[in-house]
């Protein structure tokens, strides 16, 4: 595995060297504390990430608790409002006969 010294030299000029035949040679040792300090700087990088990724896990986590609570309130509901059409002696929809179950039986 290589690098390409003609790309390389405009990014690091000094650990690329010129031959007297003109061929560019790369010095590798020189690459060694730019590729460590990368790799801290990805790694911290894949930190954060990480850290963002369980936020919006913990989130989701909640909306979906929340959402199941919501659609508990509002099957309460539902019957609540059928319970009280029916005290009121209102007909019920075809829906909301759907919805009431054993208590619809009277009507």
């Not at 929340?66 to 005290?87: C, D, S, Y």
Request: hydrophobic content about 40%; proline content about 4%.
């Amino acid at each position: 595995m290589g690098l390409i010294a003609q790309q390389l030299e405009k990014i690091y000029p000094d650990i690329v060297k010129r031959n007297d035949k003109g061929f560019l040679s790369v010095s590798y040792h020189g690459l060694i504390a730019p590729l460590v300090e990368a790799v801290k700087e990805l790694h911290q990088l894949i930190l954060s990430l990480q850290e963002k990724f369980k936020q919006l896990f913990d989130t989701q986590n909640q909306q979906q608790f929340e959402i199941a609570r919501l659609t508990a309130e509002l099957a309460q509901q539902k019957q609540a409002f059928i319970l009280l059409k029916q005290a009121l002696k209102q007909p019920l929809s075809t829906e909301e006969r759907g919805l009431c179950g054993a208590p619809c039986a009277a009507e």
